[in-house]
């Protein structure tokens, strides 16, 4: 269901009313934290996250496409989400439906590859911030202890290089600078790789959690593969 922004922060409060670990002591990725961050911006900003967005950064940086997404809007050539379902005669299903004022600043905004692209080119091309905020952006966040967060995964620990907002670490020995996305029906990467460069933006109108890994990398890969050669 919608909820406002007041009713959203209790949501959060009631689901997480204990923090996981000390600040600076540990990293883990947070939806939640993203939600506040989002509650933040209205506050600061002292008008609805869309129209702030849009006004800010949506509208000068003629990123016409992009939008914090509300369903009741008429948009030409929005895509139907789905969900992998092995059940299914087709192999899928319609995606569950989400009203988009609940994840908020976590990952509520529509948008197109091209877009995507044409962000990336604009924050990491200064016309976003002001140059010392972007490279603190840029720069790794360390612990309490000044090292980098170590995440622990099936192949062993392995250093967790993210910044404001961006994953850091290298691919393929590259540097690069990218997120990935998921909601209900949908999944989506960013990721430029300044040494080459080379910006490449996936977008599919599916999720599907880990069965949707391995062509979403193979997708990725032959992506950024034809994007070098070029």
Known sequence: TDRSSA????AMVEASPKLDFEPGTDWR?????YVLLGLLVEKAANKPYAQFLRE????PLGLT???VDNMAEVTANRAAGYSIDP?????FDNASFIAMSYPGGAGAIRSTCEDLCAWHAALLGGKVLQPEMLKDMLTPATLNDGSIPTLKSAKGPSPMR???GLFLNPI???????????????ASHLETEPDDQLTIATIMNIDGGPLLGAPSAALQKAVRAAGLAA
């Open 172 to 186: 393929d020995g590259r540097p690069s600078v990218g997120h990935d996305g998921g909601i209900q029906g949908f």
């Open 87 to 91: 059940k299914a005669r087709s192999g």
């Open 29 to 33: 990725y947070s939806n939640t934290a």
């Open 7 to 10: 009713e959203l922060l209790q």
């Open 162 to 164: 993210y910044g404001y």
């Open 65 to 67: 496409r992009t939008a």
């Open 56 to 59: 800010r950064l949506f509208a």
